[in-house]
């Protein structure tokens, strides 16, 4: 593992913090907290606590606290890498002993940066919650309860020039070190520090692994700018992060994520259960945050502001999704401005639906299109079917082609022939039988996809049985995969059971006996030889994962076979009005193009 930061999160996240202390001191279990006598000073009633689910302890005796490393850093007496490298051999995590000196500070250096922006979000936080303050009551005039602002650690930077900077030296931190962080401004002509943030609701940025690397800062009066971010540093880019993915990569349906501006429109979407969303920082979208979220999902769901900024914005994602062959979708906000507006308008039952009906990139590039011509001037027309086929040229798949002149020649009533000539150019007329030809060939029913006999079942019991019965595969595992991707209600009945259960070292067959499982699937679970399969290949556990995958596609594509079928038969044989008739041809189209969008997303896998 060459990244340093990547070694030291990797042995963040293999070390159970609980685990790990209990191997010092006894710890009495209180839900996701424990607390037991402080091994750092002498006490006859424990005020030493540990937070599972956040990884960190804290005595409220001494004041000793932080992450599993600092426990190990103090406990055994040793220095940073002295304390990284035990944890990771204990955990067998590769740890390369002839690392340079400029590695080692630079490892240093990250630990360092990652605990004075944990502290200072500690410090807002507090600042939010402890007395009375214009951050507060902003969060809470935008509909935020209490519960979200804990969830995302919001806080308050007061209208002081030094306050945080005050704190921080206070805990030991040196000045030149508070610079570097980029939370302290210094000025050199006169020799000043002072804080970068003053009178701001904090955001604390996490990276996807859930430290703490910058912050967002909003105004509260007419100071400018608006929105203030930390600036880079060896910590944080702004190109490089989402906001949320922390949060996002753990409930991503459907393979999908929705992509918003800013914080509050994210956060008010959490508030409202909605969870598989990420934001840009307020920024245009970057090439290496399209890379990112190609990691978690092959679906973007767009929903930018409507303003004319956030139309240009939209467009530009377009450009860089599609350069990572990422589906792509656009959610349409009526009448509001931006997410924030639409769900506390419409809550969460009209949002999903929003999500239901957000539309192909292409017809939102269309519909942004015809908004330039007046279609009762016939040039106007003519102008926008050649701009219209401009942007059906750039697709790759003939039947998304196929799928869009058509598309264009409903919706505006513009020759499907001159259509197909201006997308496929001059030499239209001279292949006009081979197209015609492609055309027959391409309405012929989409074969169905055949499964081994049983197939989904075997497959989704086998993975099951992993996940129960190896607990590292199993945190692994848990990122790359949701409920929704398995086909077997009994499946998904266990697989909640495995995740509320995570940190077993082995789930039993007796622990799920209480679920409403089915005599046969227990008795498989039973038989199911898993000796066969070698679990310290990250390869085969992959391919496990997508066949649980494939075969949940394979499904959706045959129902929505079956309701093509359906609409088609409908035409057929009933006495359907002309706008009907374009109704359901219109929808037997939008059910082709998700089988496409289902196809890419297979071939993704």
């Given at each position: 593992?060459?990244?340093?930061?990547?070694?030291?999160?990797?042995?963040?996240?293999?070390?159970?913090?609980?685990?790990?202390?209990?191997?010092?001191?006894?710890?009495?279990?209180?839900?996701?907290?424990?607390?037991?006598?402080?091994?750092?000073?002498?006490?006859?009633?424990?005020?030493?606590?540990?937070?599972?689910?956040?990884?960190?302890?804290?005595?409220?005796?001494?004041?000793?606290?932080?992450?599993?490393?600092?426990?190990?850093?103090?406990?055994?007496?040793?220095?940073?890498?002295?304390?990284?490298?035990?944890?990771?051999?204990?955990?067998?995590?590769?740890?390369?002993?002839?690392?340079?000196?400029?590695?080692?500070?630079?490892?240093?250096?990250?630990?360092?940066?990652?605990?004075?922006?944990?502290?200072?979000?500690?410090?807002?936080?507090?600042?939010?919650?402890?007395?009375?303050?214009?951050?507060?009551?902003?969060?809470?005039?935008?509909?935020?309860?209490?519960?979200?602002?804990?969830?995302?650690?919001?806080?308050?930077?007061?209208?002081?020039?030094?306050?945080?900077?005050?704190?921080?030296?206070?805990?030991?931190?040196?000045?030149?070190?508070?610079?570097?962080?980029?939370?302290?401004?210094?000025?050199?002509?006169?020799?000043?520090?002072?804080?970068?943030?003053?009178?701001?609701?904090?955001?604390?940025?996490?990276?996807?692994?859930?430290?703490?690397?910058?912050?967002?800062?909003?105004?509260?009066?007419?100071?400018?700018?608006?929105?203030?971010?930390?600036?880079?540093?060896?910590?944080?880019?702004?190109?490089?992060?989402?906001?949320?993915?922390?949060?996002?990569?753990?409930?991503?349906?459907?393979?999908?994520?929705?992509?918003?501006?800013?914080?509050?429109?994210?956060?008010?979407?959490?508030?409202?259960?909605?969870?598989?969303?990420?934001?840009?920082?307020?920024?245009?979208?970057?090439?290496?945050?399209?890379?990112?979220?190609?990691?978690?999902?092959?679906?973007?769901?767009?929903?930018?502001?409507?303003?004319?900024?956030?139309?240009?914005?939209?467009?530009?994602?377009?450009?860089?999704?599609?350069?990572?062959?990422?589906?792509?979708?656009?959610?349409?906000?009526?009448?509001?401005?931006?997410?924030?507006?639409?769900?506390?308008?419409?809550?969460?039952?009209?949002?999903?639906?929003?999500?239901?009906?957000?539309?192909?990139?292409?017809?939102?590039?269309?519909?942004?299109?015809?908004?330039?011509?007046?279609?009762?001037?016939?040039?106007?027309?003519?102008?926008?079917?050649?701009?219209?086929?401009?942007?059906?040229?750039?697709?790759?798949?003939?039947?998304?082609?196929?799928?869009?002149?058509?598309?264009?020649?409903?919706?505006?009533?513009?020759?499907?022939?001159?259509?197909?000539?201006?997308?496929?150019?001059?030499?239209?007329?001279?292949?006009?039988?081979?197209?015609?030809?492609?055309?027959?060939?391409?309405?012929?029913?989409?074969?169905?996809?055949?499964?081994?006999?049983?197939?989904?079942?075997?497959?989704?019991?086998?993975?099951?049985?992993?996940?129960?019965?190896?607990?590292?595969?199993?945190?692994?595992?848990?990122?790359?995969?949701?409920?929704?991707?398995?086909?077997?209600?009994?499946?998904?009945?266990?697989?909640?059971?495995?995740?509320?259960?995570?940190?077993?070292?082995?789930?039993?067959?007796?622990?799920?006996?209480?679920?409403?499982?089915?005599?046969e699937y227990l008795n498989d679970l039973d038989n199911i030889p898993l000796n066969s399969i070698?679990?310290?290949?990250?390869?085969?556990?992959?391919?496990?994962?997508?066949?649980?995958?494939?075969?949940?596609?394979?499904?959706?594509?045959?129902?929505?076979?079956?309701?093509?079928?359906e609409l088609e038969t409908s035409l057929n044989h009933s006495s359907l009005d002309k706008d009907?008739?374009?109704?359901?041809?219109?929808?037997?189209?939008?059910?082709?193009?998700?089988?496409?969008?289902?196809?890419?997303?297979?071939?993704?896998?």
């Open positions: 593992m060459n990244n340093m930061r990547d070694l030291i999160d990797e042995v963040k996240s293999r070390c159970d913090i609980v685990s790990i202390i209990s191997q010092y001191i006894s710890l009495k279990n209180s839900g996701s907290s424990y607390s037991g006598l402080c091994p750092f000073h002498s006490e006859k009633t424990g005020s030493f606590h540990v937070n599972q689910n956040k990884q960190i302890y804290k005595c409220f005796g001494c004041g000793e606290g932080g992450d599993v490393i600092n426990f190990i850093m103090k406990i055994e007496n040793l220095d940073f890498m002295e304390a990284v490298k035990l944890l990771a051999e204990q955990n067998g995590i590769e740890f390369k002993t002839n690392l340079s000196e400029a590695d080692k500070i630079k490892m240093e250096n990250i630990k360092l940066m990652q605990d004075i922006h944990l502290n200072a979000a500690r410090f807002y936080f507090s600042n939010l919650i402890s007395s009375k303050n214009p951050g507060y009551d902003y969060l809470r005039k935008r509909g935020l309860s209490d519960k979200i602002i804990k969830k995302f650690g919001l806080g308050y930077s007061p209208y002081s020039w030094n306050s945080l900077m005050e704190y921080l030296l206070s805990m030991g931190y040196e000045k030149n070190d508070l610079v570097k962080s980029g939370l302290i401004t210094h000025k050199e002509k006169d020799n000043k520090y002072f804080d970068r943030f003053r009178n701001r609701v904090m955001f604390p940025i996490f990276d996807y692994r859930g430290n703490v690397i910058g912050f967002g800062g909003r105004v509260l009066d007419d100071s400018l700018p608006k929105y203030l971010n930390s600036p880079d540093t060896i910590l944080f880019n702004k190109r490089y992060n989402l906001y949320g993915l922390n949060y996002a990569k753990k409930s991503i349906k459907n393979d999908t994520l929705i992509l918003v501006e800013g914080y509050m429109d994210l956060i008010s979407l959490y508030e409202q259960g909605i969870e598989n969303v990420v934001a840009t920082l307020g920024t245009a979208l970057t090439n290496e945050q399209g890379k990112l979220i190609k990691r978690y999902a092959s679906t973007a769901i767009i929903s930018y502001d409507s303003d004319e900024a956030g139309v240009k914005a939209t467009l530009r994602a377009i450009e860089i999704l599609r350069g990572q062959n990422i589906n792509i979708k656009i959610l349409n906000l009526k009448d509001c401005k931006d997410p924030d507006d639409f769900i506390k308008k419409y809550k969460k039952e009209g949002f999903l639906k929003a999500i239901d009906d957000s539309v192909s990139h292409i017809v939102f590039q269309i519909n942004i299109l015809k908004r330039k011509f007046d279609f009762n001037k016939d040039e106007h027309l003519i102008k926008f079917a050649k701009e219209a086929a401009l942007i059906i040229k750039t697709l790759s798949s003939p039947v998304e082609k196929d799928f869009y002149i058509k598309y264009v020649s409903k919706e505006f009533n513009i020759s499907l022939e001159a259509m197909k000539e201006e997308v496929f150019g001059k030499k239209y007329n001279d292949r006009k039988n081979n197209y015609k030809k492609f055309i027959k060939n391409e309405q012929k029913p989409i074969e169905k996809i055949e499964n081994i006999k049983n197939g989904e079942k075997f497959v989704e019991e086998t993975f099951i049985k992993l996940l129960m019965e190896n607990k590292e595969l199993r945190i692994i595992a848990l990122l790359k995969i949701s409920e929704d991707d398995f086909l077997i209600k009994d499946s998904k009945e266990i697989f909640n059971l495995i995740i509320k259960n995570k940190e077993l070292d082995k789930i039993t067959i007796d622990k799920i006996k209480s679920l409403n499982i089915s005599e070698n679990t310290y290949n990250s390869k085969n556990v992959d391919e496990i994962i997508k066949n649980v995958k494939r075969n949940k596609f394979h499904k959706e594509v045959e129902a929505l076979l079956q309701k093509q079928k009907s008739m374009k109704e359901v041809e219109l929808e037997i189209m939008k059910i082709s193009l998700k089988i496409v969008d289902i196809q890419k997303s297979l071939k993704n896998l």
